[in-house]
């Protein structure tokens, strides 16, 4: 897709996040979409992320300590139950923003940190600025993290609703959800579009009272433009090479893993190898004791290698026959499988949510049963006893767009929301105060 714009078109990139600061993939993925427009003759761009406290407010609540384009909000304390910004300093530090930049875009990769009231900030002072907000959970329907999963017993939500919720968060009334919902749902008509990053993600978000019309599906932009091609080994039958790559959490199902482990040690298998590549000290005390404890009987098929730099996941990952995604949330769209379709290395993933509609069975990877050991144990088992199966999938599965298709999108889209304007329609009304 080729864009040319007739004059340079103005974009403030906003992250709840800042790369320097955290390496999360939503603020990475704002930081390429930045990095991708910055680099267009005809676009400029700007970013500005987020300090998750006040240790670098330096007198002002907005300071640049990294590029002229670049701009960081220390956030000194924030509303986690409606995304509200108490910060009586930040509407005229983003005011001042906007008025020295004066974006045709503000694309938010996120709410959090800058508040539900940055949208109407926006409005009313570039009233004809477009507002384009990225989704990457479902926070604004679920206060559980947004990951649309119970709180006590960690089973799969499929839809939000106030008794629901009040179940979860008994701290809450039903009228306070009703409430949030509403509040959320107000500040989010003041938005001109929204981007989800796969189908399912939307899907949810339309039919909690998003306008179809509203919403786009177009990926996050990955990193590297040139595809890795995966240099397979031959392997005798009977071994596998598994690898685990993200972060380790509960809800990333690193027990699945490990569960999975410990039976196939049990049951003698000596062939399936897992190498895990991941942080966990950013986790809960009590999960990093039950991860420890997990990891010292899950056998001596388990390498835990820590905390890995991003730089090298290509290295690593050709170092493995098949990653594994065994989440036990809906998931989005995760960057670890853009990264394998870039190495040709197949996937098994949990058959829900973004993962299974990413990765097409029996052409880019495998599904098991969501949170089962021992379906998993048993496709893992049928993997080693025929290498044949992945190196098939490794030469089906799709490559994944580059990064300038996926800036392309972005771009069309802007294009097409500064050229034809934008109606805010079909959800409750915009506060005016």
């Known amino acids: 897709m080729n864009v040319i ?42 970013f500005v992320g987020c300090a998750r406290d006040d240790a670098t407010r330096l ?14 909000y220390a956030q000194p304390g924030f509303d986690w139950f409606k995304f509200a910004n108490p910060d009586p300093a930040f509407p005229a530090a983003l005011r001042d923003i906007l008025a020295d930049v004066r974006p045709d875009i503000v694309h938010f990769h996120h709410y959090v940190h800058f508040g539900m009231e940055a949208f109407l900030h926006v409005r009313r002072l570039l009233p004809d600025s477009r507002i384009v907000v990225t989704l990457h959970e479902f926070l604004a329907i679920c206060h559980h993290y947004g990951q649309m999963v119970t709180r006590e017993k960690k089973a799969l939500c499929y839809e939000a609703s106030p008794r629901a919720c009040n179940r979860c968060f008994p701290a809450h009334s039903r009228a306070d959800f009703f409430l949030r919902n509403l509040f959320i749902q107000r500040f989010f008509a003041l938005v001109d579009h929204f981007v989800a990053p796969s189908q399912f993600l939307a899907d949810r978000y339309v039919q909690w009272g998003i306008p179809a ?32 790559f993200g972060q380790i959490s509960f809800l990333k199902g690193i027990h699945v893993l490990l569960d999975a482990a410990r039976i196939l ?59 594994l995604v065994p989440s036990i949330w809906w998931e989005n769209s995760p960057v670890v499988i853009q990264e394998c379709m870039r ?36 496709l893992l088992r049928a993997l080693a006893a025929d290498p044949s199966t992945l190196a098939d999938l490794s030469r089906r599965m799709r490559r994944p767009e580059t990064p300038e298709t ?28």
């Open 265 to 323: 040690e049990d049951d003698g298998a000596q062939g399936i190898h897992f190498d895990i590549h991941g942080d966990h000290t950013n986790q809960p005390p009590e999960f990093q004791a039950d991860f420890l404890d997990r990891m010292s009987r899950a056998g001596k098929n388990v390498r835990f290698h820590g905390a890995y730099d991003n730089a090298r996941v290509d290295t690593l990952m050709q170092e493995v026959d098949v990653a």
């Open 59 to 72: 007198g002002s609540p907005i300071t640049q300590p990294f590029d002229a384009r670049e701009f960081l």
């Open 5 to 46: 714009a007739r004059a340079a078109h103005r974009v403030l990139v906003a992250s709840h996040s800042h790369p320097a600061m955290s390496n999360g993939g939503a603020e990475i993925a704002a930081w390429r979409l930045y990095d991708g427009v910055a680099a267009r003759p005809d676009w400029r761009a700007w």
């Open 406 to 433: 996926t800036v392309d999108q972005h771009l069309t889209l802007y294009q097409q929301l500064m050229g034809t304007g934008a109606v805010r329609q079909g959800m409750p009304a915009a506060p005016s105060d």
């Open 213 to 244: 019309e509203r919403m786009s599906v177009i990926e996050n932009v990955t990193q590297r433009s040139q595809p890795v091609d995966k240099v397979t080994a031959a392997r005798e039958a009977g071994s596998l090479r598994v690898g685990f």
């Open 343 to 378: 190495n040709r290395l197949p996937i098994i993933c949990s058959n829900i949510g973004g993962m299974a509609e990413k990765v097409r069975p029996g052409i880019d990877g495998l599904h098991f049963p969501v949170g089962s050991a021992s379906g998993l144990c048993e």
